[in-house]
């Protein structure tokens, strides 16, 4: 495993990482999250990405039973949470958002779901138009200073939003944001490589990507159909399925996906391993979060570390002509 800055910070934080999405609590209990956390902290992975929206906050409390469990030394690894959607089935106004009141209630629930005292990295999970950018600064600086988070940052916040957090914590003299987590994928790469562009240089950001695989097309699983069982057939992702599948945008997205396949059997590797691979390429990624709904993906996604010298630059010319 390599580790790379966190931005400009001087956290080192493991190039491929794990999160919870969709996995925990649905298709991943305590037990099996405790191999998954043993197979990860055994190949290097040192930071775990979670959100009170996860499954209503119990995705929160399956990590830390399973870290609990492990008995590693907290010095030994990073845990985030985020804040935005709430964890109540129907939130009332102040559970929700990223008021100075949510943000503060919700940081004080994500330590006690996951057992921790501090939070390594917190995330604004969206940004929130009915909250003042600067309200949102101070609450994050506050916790800051009270030591219950290390560092903050953003998720899919424009990068102008991204600017006036940067530009109002430094008239202030308050912590500026250190990362954002956005998509990046082979197939979703517009954001991450023209919107943000400038912000990589100017404030050092740092990012930890989701969604290497979008979701799980990038392994062509879903080039025949939908598997049973597969993120895409679950209940309550619906919305999912006809975005990935059903749609004109879907059906545009496998085609391209199609494209991939000769690429990764030239190169004999499975497409999982180029997907993921090939996010690693990117100096302006700090860390790939992996999902997986089994041990094996996770074991198989790991690989990618090796192949990345494979993906020379000709290779990266047809992925971008795809
Ligand atoms: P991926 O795009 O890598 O999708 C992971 C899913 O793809 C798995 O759960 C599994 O789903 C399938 N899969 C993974 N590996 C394989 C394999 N080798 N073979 C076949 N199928 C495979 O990542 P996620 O979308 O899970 O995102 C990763 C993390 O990023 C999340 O856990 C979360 O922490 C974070 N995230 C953050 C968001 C944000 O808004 N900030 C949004 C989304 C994610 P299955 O088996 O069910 O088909």
Do not use: A, M
């Given at each position: 495993m390599h580790y790379r800055n966190l931005g400009r910070s001087g956290l080192k934080v493991s190039e491929l990482s794990f999160g919870s999405w969709v996995t925990f609590n649905k298709q991943v209990d305590a037990q099996l999250a405790e191999k998954m956390f043993g197979t990860c902290l055994d190949a290097g992975i040192n930071f775990f990405d979670n959100a009170e929206g996860y499954e209503r906050g119990q995705s929160e409390i399956v990590m830390g039973k399973a870290l609990k469990s492990l008995g590693?030394?907290?010095?030994s690894y990073c845990v985030s949470s985020k804040v935005?959607?709430?964890?109540?089935?129907?939130?009332?106004?102040?559970?929700?958002?990223?008021s100075k009141k949510h943000i503060t209630e919700a940081c004080h629930q994500a330590m006690e779901r996951l057992q921790?005292?501090?939070?390594d990295m917190y995330f604004c999970h969206r940004a929130d138009k009915e909250t003042p950018i600067s309200e949102t600064v101070w609450a994050m600086h506050n916790l800051v200073a009270q030591g219950k988070v290390l560092y903050w940052g953003t998720s899919e916040w424009t990068a102008e939003e991204i600017t006036e957090a940067y530009e109002f914590a430094f008239s202030n003299n308050l912590t500026p944001p250190t990362m954002e987590q956005p998509q990046y994928n082979l197939l979703d790469r517009d954001r991450f490589e023209n919107?943000?562009?400038p912000l990589y240089e100017e404030y050092g950001l740092g990012t930890t990507i989701w969604s290497p695989l979008a979701s799980g097309a990038l392994t062509g699983k879903y080039l025949d159909g939908i598997p049973e069982g597969s993120r895409a057939s679950l209940s309550g992702y619906e919305w999912l399925k006809k975005s990935m599948v059903e749609s004109d945008r879907g059906q545009n997205r496998m085609k391209r996906v199609s494209k991939l396949v000769p690429i990764a059997k030239k190169l004999e590797i499975s497409m999982s391993n180029l997907a993921i691979a090939w996010c690693l390429l990117?100096?302006?990624?700090?860390t790939v979060i992996l999902g997986a709904s089994k041990l094996e993906q996770l074991e198989e996604n790991l690989k990618s570390l090796e192949v990345v010298?494979?993906?020379n630059d000709a290779v990266q010319k047809e992925l971008d002509s795809i």
């Open positions: 590693r030394s907290r010095d935005f959607f709430g964890s109540n089935e129907n939130p009332l106004p102040t559970q929700i958002g990223l921790v005292d501090y939070l919107e943000y562009g990117n100096k302006n990624v700090s010298p494979l993906i």
